[in-house]
Nanobody, 121 residues
Framework: VQLQASGGGLVQAGDSLRLSCAASGRTFSSSATGWFRQAPGKEREFVAAISWSDVKYYADSVTGRFTISRDNANNAVYLQMNSLKPEDTAVYYC????????????????WGQGTLVTVSS
């Protein structure tokens, strides 16, 4: 099963974007889903995650600006990103796992190609 992230683009600082994570053959309602991002020259880092019971977790750097949500009817997970900053520029990926949320990238699977978010100052 592979997940597909979409919705990235080029925006200015202060703008908003909503990323989508779609999957075939997997029901998000019974999975924990995480968003991670990788900036040029840096390791992939945790951004946000949502548990199967809708408990949400955020990295300190995005708390108060990003919101993760799940749409079971459409089998999708979203990342609403507000007040974007240049340091949010990265390729964003979504992954899923059975069980509880993890902050570790290696605990997730189904990584797709990711979607590029570029925030200009």
């Amino acid at each position: 099963v592979q997940l597909q992230a979409s919705g990235g683009g080029l925006v200015q600082a202060g703008d908003s974007l909503r990323l989508s994570c779609a999957a075939s053959g997997r029901t998000f309602s019974s999975s924990a889903t995480g968003w991670f991002r990788q900036a040029p020259g840096k390791e992939r880092e945790f951004v946000a995650a949502i548990s199967w019971s809708d408990v949400k977790y955020y990295a300190d750097s995005v708390t108060g600006r990003f919101t993760i949500s799940r749409d079971n009817a459409n089998n999708a997970v979203y990342l609403q990103m507000n007040s974007l900053k240049p340091e949010d520029t990265a390729v964003y990926y979504c992954g899923a796992r059975w069980g509880d949320v993890s902050y570790r990238m290696g605990d997730y699977g189904g990584w797709g190609q990711g979607t590029l978010v570029t925030v200009s100052s």
